[in-house]
């Protein structure tokens, strides 16, 4: 069975470039024989700028950290939603990880961010 890895990343601000790294960081996770859990494709169907859907989407994406192995932690900043998923994952003793760009740049190739 595969290790499920949950993908934590920055959303807000520039919704639609954070997708476009968000889906590089998920076929990088998908490269090293993982099962990534994204919860960031609910921004496709929900608004984020709107508080009650960008709380609704929250709440689903933390529901899915129980099940998974480890959490993946991507970017250069920490916003307050990844805060609350990190923080989240310690209370539930699931292990993160955090992935360097250049790691993502040797399985990925070239200038891939």
């Known amino acids: 069975m595969m290790k499920k890895v949950y993908i934590c990343a920055p959303l807000g601000g520039d ?11 998920t076929e990088y996770a998908l490269k ?12 496709l169907c929900l608004d984020d ?6 709380e ?7 529901s899915l950290l129980w099940f998974c192995d ?3 932690v991507f970017g250069d900043e920490i916003t307050r939603g990844m805060a609350a998923e ?6 539930l003793h699931v292990k993160t990880r955090k992935i360097r760009d250049s790691e ?6 070239g200038n891939c961010l």
């Open 70 to 72: 480890e959490m993946w």
């Open 32 to 43: 090293c024989g993982t099962a990534p859990v994204v919860p960031h494709f609910y921004a």
């Open 86 to 91: 990190i923080q989240f994952c310690k209370n």
């Open 56 to 62: 609704m989407g929250m709440a689903a994406g933390l």
């Open 49 to 54: 700028s709107i508080p009650r859907e960008r």
């Open 15 to 25: 919704v639609q470039a954070n997708l476009e790294r968000v889906k590089k960081y």
């Open 104 to 109: 993502i740049r040797k399985t990925l190739g």
